[in-house]
């Protein structure tokens, strides 16, 4: 299995500033044949089902602020949040779909200092 | 616009079975992989089961395997989860989730169905 974890489990950050939250998979989700990178990002708020933010390790869902991005290949990821805003509030997963069984994070909380 | 709305959520006994469902519309279902995702309560999200389009191949977390199956019927556009030998630990959040790229992107989720396992 691919044992994803993240870092920090959990991150304070002033409104306006940069959140930066990192990933690493024990094996690289970058195959080859596509040059691609099996890797996602998803944002949980509470009470609320997980929505899909990044795929392709840097792809932006449709309708999600630029204002979140992703950059990476192979074994380490990073997800940033240019300009924090409040509704960003949330729980944070990266997830690799290279190979089942699929494999998240152990999420990262983020708050507003 | 995709929806998915779980079903068959509740209390259930140690030991005991569910069956979930997901009503899925706003999508040609039949051209989707879907998969079942849960969450326990202070825990992370778990992955626990796909299958593809047509209901050929599954795969299973191993926390699940030989007590949970999966299955759909895409003429009523549904995906189920029949949940056998239930354990407290089983206690979660449960989501369907639409598996787009690949089968395995979970690009589209339900509210969820919340599953009780105890006595």
């Known amino acids: 299995d691919i044992v994803m974890t993240q870092s920090p489990d959990s991150l304070a950050v002033s409104l306006g500033e940069r959140a930066t939250i990192n990933c690493k998979s024990s094996?690289?989700?970058?195959?080859?044949?596509?040059?691609?990178?099996?890797l996602a990002w998803y944002q949980q708020k509470p009470g609320q089902p997980p929505k899909l933010l990044i795929y392709w390790a840097s792809t932006r869902e449709s309708g999600v602020p630029d204002r979140f991005s992703g950059s990476g290949s192979g074994t380490d990821f990073t997800l940033t949040i240019s300009s924090l805003q409040a509704e960003d509030v949330a729980i944070y997963y990266c997830?690799?779909?290279?190979?089942?069984?699929?494999?998240f994070g152990q999420g990262t909380k983020l708050e507003i200092k | 616009e995709v929806q998915l709305v779980e079903s068959g959520g509740g209390l259930v006994q140690p030991g005991g079975s569910l069956r979930l469902s997901c009503a899925a519309s706003g999508l040609t279902f039949s051209s989707y992989a879907m998969n079942w995702v849960r969450r326990a309560p202070g825990k992370g999200l778990e992955w626990l089961s796909y299958?593809?389009?047509?209901?050929?191949?599954?795969h299973y977390a191993d926390s699940v395997k030989g007590r949970f199956t999966i299955s759909r019927d895409n003429a009523k556009n549904s995906l189920f989860l029949q949940m056998n030998s239930l354990r407290a630990e089983d206690t979660a959040i449960y989501y369907c989730a639409r598996g787009g790229v690949s089968g395995y992107l979970l690009d589209s989720w339900g509210q969820g169905t919340l599953v009780t396992v105890s006595s």
């Open positions: 299958i593809s389009n047509s209901g050929s191949g599954t």
């Open positions: 094996h690289s989700v970058l195959y080859s044949s596509n040059n691609k990178n099996y």
């Open positions: 997830q690799q779909y290279y190979s089942t069984p699929l494999t």
